[in-house]
């Protein structure tokens, strides 16, 4: 009986198994499935072309079918699919970017469609703006009102300790978007809930675009987006289609 329920155990397994191996043009992420990633190198509007190589490197484990198949530390490879610097005032600087493959520390590919729901300024950035302790809750996609790139974030903690005498973690306060609703958790990744940008001041997502249909398109209000290395990214994951 035994023997037979580990058969059966494989069978359900198996076909994730091998799509991770053969490089995976049949994993089957499932419907909702989100990834923490940080952006490993620095993306401009006035110095991306479309078609430029976009990397970043996974921040968590994804499953699929129960296993992991894009294991935290995996690299992330897209493109960037549109680049235009803002043409006068009333026309944001746009920055379009998709993510079509992770490749495993054996060199294996796993092919996939990936675009934003969140963005949130690199770790330990702290602009003179201060920080925002409000709250990480607003109301509509949009910009702040400073400098592009300028980042706002600062490091929440507390003397107090909970009921067992721990002291709390560190919480990471980073000042949301118009619109923008949920935020990070204690060790500084955005919740799977999370929409919209997070401590980029002036940087906002494109309203009304759908992630998986196409790509994502990051806004400024000013002359160009600017997104530096070690930017955090909430992404919507779709297999490939």
Do not use: W
């Not at 035994?2 to 499932?30: H, K, S, T």
């Not at 560190?170 to 949920?182: D, H, I, N, T």
């Not at 980029?200 to 992630?211: A, V």
């Amino acid at each position: 009986m035994r023997g037979l329920i580990v058969l059966a155990v494989a069978a359900v397994m198996l076909p994730c198994i091998v799509a991770a191996q053969d490089g995976a043009q049949n994993v089957r992420f499932e419907f909702g499935a989100t990834l923490n990633a940080v952006l490993s190198d620095t993306l401009d509007a006035r110095r991306n072309k479309p078609g430029d190589t976009v990397k970043a490197k996974a921040s968590e484990d994804l499953k699929a079918g129960g296993i992991v198949v894009i294991p935290h530390g995996t690299k992330l490879f897209g493109h960037v699919t549109e680049s235009q610097p803002a043409a006068n005032r009333n026309a944001p600087a746009r920055l379009g970017i998709v993510f079509e493959r992770a490749q495993l520390k054996d060199g294996r590919e796993i092919a996939l469609q990936a675009t934003f729901f969140a963005l949130a300024a690199p770790e330990g950035s702290l602009s003179s703006g201060g920080a925002f302790s409000g709250g990480s809750f607003g109301g509509g996609f949009g910009g702040g009102s400073s400098g592009v790139g300028d980042m706002m974030s600062a490091s929440r903690s507390t003397d107090d300790a909970d009921v067992l005498g721990r002291p709390h973690a560190q919480q990471e306060v980073l000042k949301p978007s118009p619109g923008a609703v949920g935020g990070l958790n204690s060790s500084g990744a955005l919740y799977a809930s999370s929409r919209g940008v997070f401590g980029l001041d002036d940087i906002s997502l494109e309203p009304n675009t759908t992630p998986g249909a196409g790509s994502s398109v990051v806004l400024a209000n000013d002359r160009t987006v600017h997104l530096a290395s070690g930017t955090r990214m909430l992404l919507s994951v779709q297999s490939a289609p």
